[in-house]
């Protein structure tokens, strides 16, 4: 086809109706980004080999695990989702332990990023993917210098017992890190995604590099966990009446921060009692 001005404008129109469809339906776009890739990687299976392949070589094995600044690197993804999911579980304790006092911020945004994390890269990840379909590492198969076969994207085998390779928990922890691109405002939103999927992108590549995982590994966790956060955002926020509102949760931290200070206090005086209890009988002996 000869590339002329019309054609390319059209080509453009294409794309931005295309861009402008799948933000205004992102569940169906990432439904249909996990349809391809899986499409595509059972249909051509090699390509996991191929890219693989290239971090790999015959005297050094996965070179790239050795180098010092890469481990580093891949340490940078937990650091980031634990210092997020521990800042977001203080803002919950804090509204429990002060209950008279209003919360940092919105209590929905806290249970978002929480309730994502153990949905997205905790169960459906690590506990139920990457335990159950026993896919071997690329560094575990024999193109690689290890003792098993290599297997494709959903085929589920008993060549791994736990934690393997399909699929990736980095890359669902990274692409976790766009959560929060949802809860900042409008204008902000750009900035943290032009900071936040780069560094997705290279703490994913990061673990193939490494042997870790599979290129689908990671494109699978991405749209996967997409999905599971599309999902939570729809019941927190969009969904009419939503599941839970920020008034809501505010009265309930509210009222059980409160019965929780009165039962503290009850076992404080229990306590002082058994004191005085025990302090009296040991004089009176």
């Excluded at 949905?119 to 098993?148: Q, T």
Aim: charged share 15%; hydrophobic share 50%; with cysteine.
């Amino acid at each position: 086809m000869i590339d002329t001005p019309l054609t390319k404008h059209i080509q453009n129109i294409a794309s931005s109706k295309a861009v402008a469809w799948c933000i205004a339906h992102p569940f169906l776009a990432t439904i249909a980004y996990v349809a391809l890739v899986s499409a595509f990687f059972l249909a051509f299976p090699q390509t996991d080999l191929w890219v693989s392949g290239l971090f790999f070589s015959q005297t050094d094995g996965f070179w790239a695990q050795h180098n010092p600044f890469l481990q580093k690197v891949r340490h940078l993804g937990p650091y980031l989702v634990q210092t997020i999911a521990i800042c977001s579980v203080a803002i919950l304790v804090i509204k429990l332990l002060l209950p008279g006092r209003p919360p940092i911020v919105p209590l929905r945004k806290p249970v978002f990023l929480i309730s994502t994390l153990i949905l997205g890269p905790g169960i459906l990840v690590n506990s139920i993917l990457k335990d159950n379909w026993g896919r071997p590492r690329p560094r575990s198969i024999e193109e690689f210098g290890g003792e098993l076969p290599f297997q494709p994207v959903w085929k589920m085998t008993d060549f791994c017992e736990r934690n393997c390779s399909f699929t990736s928990g980095e890359g669902a922890a990274g692409i976790w890190l766009v959560t929060m691109a949802f809860l900042v405002p409008a204008s902000w939103r750009k900035a943290v995604l032009a900071f936040v999927l780069p560094l997705c992108l290279i703490l994913s590549i990061n673990r193939v590099a490494f042997g870790g995982h599979f290129f689908s590994d990671t494109m699978l966790s991405w749209g996967l966990t997409l999905l599971v956060i599309l999902s939570v955002y729809w019941l927190l926020y969009l969904k009419k009446p939503p599941l839970m509102t920020d008034q809501g949760l505010d009265e309930w931290f509210t009222r059980n921060g409160r019965r929780l200070h009165r039962l503290v206090k009850r076992l404080l005086v229990r306590l002082r009692q058994a004191l005085r209890g025990a302090g009296s009988a040991q004089s009176e002996s």
